[in-house]
């Protein structure tokens, strides 16, 4: 069973450009909800994460947007630069499973110039 | 962020061998290790769970006398995949938590099968 939706699976935005992934979760007892990101055999690094007590997050160029009634959230890439080209991956986990976390599908991007 | 340091990153083996990949957690201590495989161009599919000093929790489909997982210190998991076949060519990847929700994740490990 799928738990964590990811869409889309691929895109493609212009260098300066705002990409926007977006994943939907089932299991309400979920209550962190990291996104990474993977380069090409490397494995996945933390980009930023978010509880359900807030609605968003910013660090730098990257946002999480939170919608706890919809279970849906977001991430939104700020002036995406070619260096962002890679896989994001968001996941969610749930408090005591110490970080069991369950994977979206992955959504390759690529920022052309 | 924590540094999970996984080795070897890439590893060819003759079929029917076993091969072992190591994942370390170099500044901290790590209570829980866990292994994921990954095929090109998918997610990340957990594969166990290992808590330092007790046996690994596999998930379901995955065969645990195949992948055989140590966790005997708070430092060091590892992953022996026993009579290795193609089919067990993969990515495979570790991650360590210790006392946050925070998982830290290893370079990866390309394991080729011939």
């Known amino acids: 069973q799928q738990q964590v939706k990811q869409s889309p699976q691929s895109l493609i935005v212009q260098k300066g450009g705002i990409s926007i992934i977006n994943c939907a979760y089932e299991?309400?007892?979920?209550?962190?909800f990291p996104w990474y990101q993977q380069f090409p055999g490397k494995g996945p690094a933390l980009l930023i994460a978010i509880r359900p007590d807030v609605s968003e997050k910013k660090e730098g160029r990257f946002t999480i947007s939170f919608n706890k009634s919809a279970k849906q959230f977001s991430l939104h890439i700020m002036d995406s630069q070619p260096g962002d080209s890679a896989t994001y991956f968001c996941a969610a986990s749930k408090t005591g499973t110490a970080s069991k976390l369950t994977f979206g599908t992955g959504t390759r991007l690529q920022v052309t110039l | 962020g924590a540094v999970v340091s996984q080795h070897p990153s890439r590893v060819i083996c003759k079929s029917g061998t076993s091969v072992k990949i190591e994942c370390r957690s170099l500044d901290f201590q790590a209570t829980t290790m866990f292994w994921y495989r990954q095929f090109p161009k998918q997610s990340l599919m957990l594969m166990a769970t290992s808590n330092e000093g007790s046996k690994a929790t596999y998930e379901q489909g995955v065969e645990k006398d195949k992948f055989l997982i140590n966790h005997a210190s708070l430092t060091l998991s590892t992953l022996t995949v026993t009579s290795a076949h193609p089919e067990d060519s993969s990515f495979y990847i570790c991650?360590?938590?210790?006392?946050?929700?925070?998982?830290?994740f290893g370079q990866g490990t390309r394991l080729t099968v011939v």
């Open positions: 991650s360590a938590s210790g006392r946050s929700t925070e998982a830290f």
């Open positions: 299991n309400t007892a979920f209550d962190y």
